[in-house]
């Protein structure tokens, strides 16, 4: 059983598109990211929510929008989309948001614009 | 969070232990050592983490110096799937949000 999958896993699309990536988790964890792994392959948080609000919101551009209808699932809405968007989105849960809680990461949505 | 350094890459033969060592020197009472992996085109693998003990789990073993400036990761019996990038993290606990902030990692080769 995929603990945290994302879909969908390769996305090519046009620069000024719309485009969502959904992800959801079955471990019955209350907290969920999103991150991005450019392509100097540095990993670095987006998002977090945990039971649905917003806990993590790091510097990144309103086109991005989260939104986590519930505790198992947070989706990644991102409006007008450009080159630099281009990279590996990876999805993670963890129970709890505490420092001593590890996380669980999905497999990544390769994003690619044209 | 405190930041760690790690060497870019290391060479272990396959049975064989591997030691990843990491410098943690400024890592204060209440962040905790973490250690992810990233096998090529999969998403991080959390492996184990620690405060102040010494743990061990299914994957592998982590060792944390005395002063808890730095650590060692230990996988016993390594296997050419041991390839990949492993981060060591360290992240703080204060009760409120934290995050994991991912460095550039060893990159680990295990070769026949």
């Known amino acids: 059983d995929t603990a945290v999958s994302q879909t969908p896993k390769y996305l090519v699309t046009q620069m000024g598109n719309d485009k969502s990536i959904k992800c959801e988790q079955n471990l019955g964890h209350d907290t969920m990211y999103w991150y991005k792994q450019d392509s100097k392959k540095f990993l670095k948080i987006m998002f977090s929510?945990?039971?649905?609000?917003?806990?993590i919101n790091e510097t990144v551009p309103n086109r991005f929008s989260p939104k986590s209808p519930d505790k198992a699932h947070l989706n990644l809405h991102i409006n007008s989309l450009e080159l630099g968007d281009s990279a590996v989105y990876f999805c993670a849960s963890s129970q709890g948001y505490r420092g001593n809680q590890p996380q669980h990461f999905g497999d990544g949505t390769r994003l690619s614009i044209l | 969070d405190a930041k760690t350094t790690q060497p870019p890459s290391m060479d272990c033969a396959e049975g064989r232990a591997a030691n990843l060592p990491c410098n943690h020197s400024?890592?204060?009472?209440?962040?905790?050592v973490y250690w992810y992996r990233q096998i090529h085109s999969q998403g991080p693998q959390y492996i184990i983490h620690?405060?102040?003990n010494n743990e061990t789990n299914e994957m592998a073993s982590l060792i944390i110096t005395e002063d808890r400036k730095s650590s060692t990761l230990i996988l016993p019996h390594a296997t050419l799937r041991d390839t990949a990038v492993y981060y060591c993290i360290v992240r703080v606990d204060t009760g409120t949000a934290s995050k994991l902030t991912f460095g550039t990692g060893t990159r680990l080769q295990v070769t026949l």
């Open positions: 620690g405060l102040k």
């Open positions: 400024t890592i204060s009472g209440n962040e905790y």
């Open positions: 929510y945990n039971n649905k609000e917003l806990i």
